[in-house]
């Protein structure tokens, strides 16, 4: 029901310019409702709330939050999907599955709700607008996941918005072919690129490298993954347009966006409550911390202070776009490496890690490419060992995009981390990478 995701994206707009005590009033009240929700409903925060002996009137406000553990994707894995989601929701048939990218490194799924998933669409493409989308623009989107898009640009919209050219959409799946991905963007002409910041860095680097001139579009967006600096300054030389980059995750759907205006990103505190937290305490402005989400209107699969395994810093200057929304800085380990396909090009190792997506007997996984066609992947197993069928599955995964390619699966108790805690998915010793910054770098 799409009406739904209209009304949800005309309310939030008014948001953006709501007094601050306003939106203090709505995240008090939302965090009302899913603290108590959770507590009654959600075995999993029932369980952990009431063995600290909290009660239903002990969170009445965002800063009775503190009051409640701090839980990551590992802890929220280890139960059953019955326990993390609504005892009421479990009986009902249609629910959206949401699986989160391969790319995070920890294979996860989990159910919303119809009212949820027009909610987060909605916010969504707020993100979008607030950046700089129009309704009417032409928008390419080199991120789609599902292969069967490659090497033409297909329209998934139909009906009436397509004919009137209002939100107007063309996906194309990411792959290492560049000169089509390159052709494509000057057969469609778009207004804005939506796209990993990994992708795009390849094609600037493909068209320097041949002497093409890429077309203009007059905006590009990135999301899903940490874009460096350099890159985002290449990016913006070769296509001669702005980046703008917006942040989320598939658990906490948009956490916010970056402002044409150029004073940061701005959260999105009329849907998730941010924190930046050191060692559980709140990081004083301008101090790097652990982001930590708490989703507002999630209720069938609650993430409640939920550690993303980013790292962030609130910023205290105000934007010029006077927005009530507050502003971040993010703080960037090192990104994922490219991989390298049988013919020596780079690609985005986005194009394939979604197709990891699905193992739910794995419990944490990192692949290191060795040699054009060998591969290491790292697992640890959700339980003890790993069955064959799974170990089928990740060399099925690999060969899919690298066919002739060796894999040699090994299993580990844990894996490495970066700052923040977040994995390094993909890393390749093959000499390809582009941008290889040694430290973490702040923008
Ligand atoms: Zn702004």
């Known amino acids: 029901m799409t009406g739904r995701k209209y009304a949800a994206l005309l309310a ?5 310019r709501a007094s601050p005590s306003r939106l203090k009033n709505l995240q008090d009240r939302l965090v009302r409702r899913l603290y108590s929700h959770a507590l009654t409903h959600v075995p999993l925060y029932r369980d952990m709330y009431r063995k600290l002996d909290l009660r239903k009137t002990d969170v009445g406000a965002v800063e009775d939050l503190a009051k409640l553990p701090v839980i990551d994707k590992s802890e929220l894995r280890a139960v059953s999907e019955e326990a993390r989601i609504d005892e009421g929701a479990r009986r009902e048939t249609d629910l959206v599955t949401i699986r989160t990218s391969g790319s995070t ?29 129009r309704l009417f623009d032409r928008v390419l989107r080199l991120s789609d996941v599902d292969p069967d898009l490659r090497g033409r640009a297909r329209s998934k919209e139909t009906g009436w918005f397509r004919r009137i050219g209002l939100l107007n959409e063309y996906h194309l799946f990411p792959d290492g072919d560049m000169e089509t991905q390159i052709a494509e ?6 207004d804005v690129i939506h796209a990993y910041g990994s992708t ?10 041949h002497g093409t001139k890429l077309y203009s579009p007059r905006l590009i967006l990135t999301d899903s993954e940490l874009l460096l600096a350099q890159q985002r300054k290449e990016i913006e030389t070769g296509f001669g347009a702005p980046v703008r980059d917006i942040y989320g995750s598939y658990e906490t759907d948009n956490i916010a966006y970056e402002c044409p205006k ?21 990081a004083p402005i301008g101090e790097p911390g652990d982001v930590v989400c708490t989703v507002l209107h ?25 927005t009530s929304f507050p502003t971040m800085r993010m703080v960037h380990g090192r990104a994922d490496d490219y991989a390298v396909d049988a013919a020596g090009r780079r690609i985005s190792p986005r194009s394939f ?15 290191h490419q060795l040699a054009r066609d060998n591969f290491v992947v790292t697992v640890v197993p959700a339980s003890g060992a790993l069955g064959d069928d799974t ?38 010793a093959l000499r390809s990478e582009p941008h290889d910054p040694a430290s973490p770098e702040v923008e």
């Open 12 to 16: 939030m707009q008014s948001l953006q």
């Open 105 to 133: 490194g920890q294979p996860f799924a989990f159910p919303i709700d119809h009212r949820y998933d027009q909610y987060r669409k909605a916010q969504s493409l707020r993100a979008q607008l607030a950046s700089g989308r």
């Open 185 to 190: 963007i000057e057969r469609i002409r778009p």
């Open 200 to 209: 795009l860095a390849l094609i600037v680097a493909r068209a320097r490298e």
């Open 262 to 282: 150029g004073g940061g990103y701005h959260l999105t505190t009329d849907s998730v409550v941010v924190e930046i937290l050191i060692d559980g305490a709140p």
């Open 298 to 322: 999630n209720l069938t699969s609650p993430f409640i202070r939920y550690r993303l395994g980013d790292v962030a810093v609130l910023a205290e200057q105000e934007c010029e776009c006077k």
């Open 353 to 367: 890690l979604a197709r990891f997506d699905a193992l739910a007997s794995v419990r944490e996984y990192q692949i």
């Open 391 to 428: 170990r089928g599955h990740i060399t099925e995964n690999i060969r899919e995009v690298f066919p002739t390619a060796d894999v040699d699966i090994r299993i580990a108790d844990r894996l490495d981390r970066n700052i923040g805690g977040k994995l390094r998915v993909f890393t390749c």
